[in-house]
């Protein structure tokens, strides 16, 4: 079975930009999660969807948006861009509480 | 708030060395605890959780741990750690309302 997948792998943007994030969870799984993560510290809980909904949010601007497809893959929208927005993003589908992740995009704020 | 720490930023240790990794958990409620690990070029995958039961809990790899409500506390342990065991491990907690929080990991070491 094909695991989480995120594209692009890598991304630099300019600030105030925007950028759309993808994400396609592993086979019948419902939920999937966002993550950042900055060098030196542990994945930071952004949102998570499950069914199409909204289901938990993190502690992030309103910047930051996602939505979930009708086929449970997920985009996360990043607007407004700043330097502080570089890091790791991370996806995550699963099954009951378990995480399985995706190998993530890094994305560099210049 | 929901809050998790991890003690040790950076542990190195020879092979057939013990290993205690040291996880705090602070949340009001009912918590279910895992350890995540990444190895060098790899996903983060899960090694082990803790849900309800038997306190101690088994992972992959021949680690365990031990989940103590009293003190907040979910450490990972291995008698004998092997040079494979490079990596790089997160506590995390997730609560029943679906957020989660992950410790800001230790790098594990081991030398050859």
């Known amino acids: 079975d094909a695991g989480v997948t995120q594209s692009p792998t890598h991304l630099i943007k300019t600030r105030g930009q925007q950028v759309t994030l993808r994400c396609s969870p592993i086979?019948?799984?419902?939920?999937v999660s966002w993550y950042q993560q900055v060098l030196g510290q542990g994945p930071q809980f952004i949102f998570q969807y499950y069914e199409k909904e909204e289901r938990g949010r993190g502690n992030f601007p309103d910047r930051f948006s996602a939505r979930q497809f009708p086929n449970y893959s997920s985009e996360l929208n990043v607007n407004a861009l700043l330097l502080g927005d570089s890091a790791l993003y991370l996806c995550?589908?699963?099954?009951?509480?378990?995480?399985?992740f995706g190998p993530g995009t890094r994305l560099t704020v210049t | 708030a929901q809050s998790v720490s991890q003690h040790n930023h950076h542990v190195i240790l020879s092979e057939a060395a013990s290993l205690e990794l040291g996880c705090n958990y602070s949340y009001g409620g009912t918590v279910n605890l895992f350890w995540y690990v990444q190895y060098p070029g790899q996903h983060l995958q899960l090694l082990l959780k803790?849900?309800?039961?038997?306190?101690l809990v088994k992972g992959i790899k021949g680690f365990e741990a031990e989940f103590i409500k009293s003190k907040f506390s979910f450490n990972l342990r291995k008698p004998s750690v092997q040079w494979s065991d490079t990596a790089e491990y997160f506590c995390a907690v997730i609560s029943n309302a679906g957020k989660s929080t992950f410790g800001d990991g230790t790098t594990l070491t081991v030398k050859p």
């Open positions: 803790y849900f309800s039961g038997d306190p």
């Open positions: 995550a589908s699963s099954w009951g509480e378990r995480l399985y």
């Open positions: 086979s019948g799984h419902k939920s």
